[in-house]
């Protein structure tokens, strides 16, 4: 991966997007999932939040609450939203 060895996070959005909502390629939880966690590993408060929603709906709060601190952390409302219900 080019971008990310550059630190360009924003080129590869296009592919795990089309692959969390199934625009252009096979919709695919997986596929979406390895993405963001590329994207979220470089810091991208956005992919932290994606992933946090994607192990929510996979019923690992554990993982959940892991990602949406990352993406809370980097000031993301909604992660921080989130994380709140999840912590209540």
Do not use: I
């Not at 089309?18 to 252009?24: D, H, I, N, V, Y």
């Not at 993406?71 to 909604?78: K, N, P, S, T």
């Amino acid at each position: 991966m080019v971008a990310f060895s550059q630190g360009a996070c924003v080129y590869v959005l296009v592919p795990f997007v089309g692959s969390l909502q199934g625009r252009g390629v096979a919709q695919s939880d997986v596929e979406a999932a390895a993405w963001y966690r590329q994207a979220a590993a470089q810091g991208l408060a956005d992919a932290q939040f994606n992933l946090g929603n994607l192990h929510h709906k996979g019923r690992d709060e554990a993982e959940a609450v892991r990602w949406f601190r990352a993406a809370a952390e980097q000031g993301h409302l909604a992660a921080e939203y989130n994380l709140g219900v999840l912590c209540e």
